[in-house]
T-cell receptor, first 115, second 112 residues
Framework: AQTVTQSQPEMSVQEAETVTLSCTYD???????LFWYKQPPSRQMILVIR??????QNATENRFSVNFQKAAKSFSLKISDSQLGDTAMYFC????????????FGAGTRLTVKP | ETGVTQTPRHLVMGMTNKKSLKCEQH?????MYWYKQSAKKPLELMFV???????ENNSVPSRFSPECPNSSHLFLHLHTLQPEDSALYLC???????????FGPGTRLTVT
């Protein structure tokens, strides 16, 4: 079974600074997808960024980028130039390539951006 | 944020009550999901429907009963719940073959 671990229950960062959220996963699969989802307070969860395991290049979406280390089974999220609107729960998630109905989530990291 | 809607947003129910949660997606998707989100725990996938057919049931107690009358609507019928069932229940949808799931705002359920 696939498991996803987020070892940082809570983090904080000053506005405009950079923060990195950690995620590790356990799988015997070779082909899979990894995701970071953002859940703002009292708002819907939205996809921030995704990474296909077969791609060596790290995904980037504006201020959000990942550090994907396949051998180490690590998938961290870096948020640059943090903004107050980045305050949210962040969930790391894993999905096997051949079963895109079964997404496994970590327990989440609560990020607070301080003014 | 109106692609997937859930009602009610908040629900308080006694252990002997029967209630239903409703989810509706306006995205033309054909797969829908129920998740349970408890504090400090990973989201738990409860049920998956593909083209209105249930394809996943992750050992969910029978006091939770899903219903998917069409590809746009999903219900979760609740009866004789336990206090430990208190959680945020999230609905999501996706297009078959796509990896991206779109989430609703959730129903905050409190069982007293």
């Amino acid at each position: 079974a696939q498991t996803v671990t987020q070892s940082q229950p809570e983090m904080s960062v000053q506005e405009a600074e950079t923060v990195t959220l950690s995620c590790t996963y356990d799988t015997s699969e070779n082909n899979y997808y990894l995701f970071w989802y953002k859940q703002p307070p009292s708002r819907q969860m939205i996809l921030v960024i995704r990474q296909e395991a077969y791609k060596q290049q790290n995904a980037t979406e504006n201020r959000f980028s990942v550090n994907f280390q396949k051998a180490a089974k690590s998938f961290s999220l870096k948020i640059s130039d943090s903004q107050l609107g980045d305050t949210a729960m962040y969930f790391c998630a894993f999905m096997k390539e051949d079963n895109n109905n079964d997404m496994r989530f970590g327990a989440g990291t609560r990020l607070t951006v301080k003014p | 944020e109106t692609g997937v809607t859930q009602t009610p947003r908040h629900l308080v129910m006694g252990m002997t009550n029967k209630k239903s949660l409703k989810c509706e997606q306006h995205l033309g998707h054909n797969a829908m999901y129920w998740y349970k989100q408890s504090a400090k725990k990973p989201l738990e996938l409860m049920f998956v429907y593909n083209f209105k057919e249930q394809t996943e049931n992750n050992s969910v107690p029978s006091r939770f009963s899903p219903e998917c009358p069409n590809s746009s609507h999903l219900f979760l019928h609740l009866h004789t719940l336990q206090p430990e069932d208190s959680a945020l229940y999230l609905c999501a949808s996706s297009q078959a073959g796509s990896y991206e799931q779109y989430f609703g705002p959730g129903t905050r359920l409190t069982v007293t």
